[in-house]
């Protein structure tokens, strides 16, 4: 695959699944489904090499298998309801966290002591619990991987996060609440991931994501790269061009399924690894981050390494000869790439009993 084919993937993707309806989408899951079928007439050949006595001890088997997913199907909706009970009682906590965090409400023992303001040049009293988020989001080796240093100008700016539940469609909502900021006008960023039933097992079916209104030239997810021309040419002028760039931020332009399904090995591959990250980020903000927000701001839960390997391979090519802001960006990316693995797709199960999203070329 080409340079140009890599970075065209982002901005193609979505716009081709826009075009989707919900009845081809209901295709496209119909077309796994029919896959793993014929899966499953692959195995009911290998019973035909059977013994009859093997067989049918293998048939017994298979009816223990059954009486198994019927209590794991009860098992998920039951965990289902237990969550959404505790998920209210959460809420309190959370909007006392809130309060105390973005400095509404004062802690007991607390003085009005003051500090220096970022300039150096006044007094002011400092305010919850400064860039609080930003912190925790940093400590959390998932997410750090996805902030770049121009984010954080950003991020700091982030009041809170919350998840819920949705039922129809089934899925999950991220919610990011963000005070006035010079980046852009939206005050909530949301991701939403909409999942289906295959079998007893939720699996993703899309991701949808705010469209991010850019204040002029702050633009996080994009970079302006000067190329000196060559030696001779006429114009003596830099050529100037923008150019996709990593961010947190294109967590909110996740990838899709594109429409036309005839797309060759190399580029499902891609993004399948895409989707998998992207998901994995996701459920890393909801059941990692939101719950324990605190333990990763003072870096105690990060102390472990049980999210090892949940990263992505998925990486883009450089620009030959470009010159000028981008130079320690690309030293940046590059650093990068070499510690994202992707290793999500034999993750099964999460804790809701999601599956990551699974592609595949129709």
């Known amino acids: 695959m080409s340079n140009d084919d890599a970075s065209d993937l982002g901005v193609a993707l979505p716009a081709a699944a826009a075009a989707l309806s919900a009845e081809e989408r209901a295709g496209l899951v119909n077309e796994l489904k029919n896959k793993l079928q014929n899966l499953a007439g692959e195995h009911a050949d290998v019973l035909e090499t059977l013994s009859p006595n093997v067989r049918k001890r293998v048939e017994v088997l298979r009816e223990i298998q059954s009486e198994h997913d019927e209590l794991e199907k009860k098992f998920f909706e039951e965990r289902a309801a237990l969550e959404a009970k505790y998920q209210k009682l959460y809420e309190p906590l959370y909007t006392k966290r809130y309060e105390i965090v973005n400095g509404i409400v004062k802690v007991e023992g607390e003085t009005n002591e003051a500090v220096m303001d970022e300039e150096g040049d006044k007094c002011v009293e ?205 030293d940046e990316t590059e650093e990068r790439k070499g510690k994202k693995k992707s290793a999500s797709a034999n993750a099964g199960l999460n804790q809701h009993g999601e599956r990551p999203p699974e592609f595949k070329q129709q």
Request: with cysteine; aromatic share 10%; glycine share 6%.
């Open 126 to 330: 400092e305010k919850g619990v400064p860039n609080f988020w930003q912190t925790a989001m940093k400590m959390n080796e998932i997410l750090a991987e996805e902030i770049s240093e121009r984010d954080e100008g950003a991020l700091k700016y982030l009041k809170d996060i919350k998840w819920s539940r949705n039922d129809d469609p089934k899925g999950f909502k991220l919610e990011f609440f963000f005070d006035s900021n010079p980046f852009f006008k939206n005050t909530v960023l949301t991701k939403t991931y909409h999942m289906v039933d295959d079998e007893n097992e939720p699996i993703l079916e899309k991701a949808i994501g705010t469209k991010i209104e850019w204040y002029p030239g702050k633009c996080l997810t994009q970079k302006v790269l000067k190329k000196k021309p060559k030696k001779g040419s006429k114009n003596a002028k830099p050529i100037t061009k923008t150019e996709n760039c990593e961010s947190f931020f294109n967590f909110f332009n996740p990838p899709q399924i594109p429409e036309d399904d005839d797309i060759d090995d190399e580029l499902a591959e891609e993004l399948q690894d895409r989707m998998e990250h992207d998901y994995n980020i996701g459920s890393a903000i909801r059941d990692k981050l939101i719950p324990h927000a605190v333990s990763w701001f003072t870096g105690e839960a990060g102390q472990g390494n049980e999210y090892d390997g949940l990263e992505s391979d998925y990486d883009s090519d450089d620009q030959d000869g470009d010159e000028g802001e981008d130079g320690d960006e690309e």
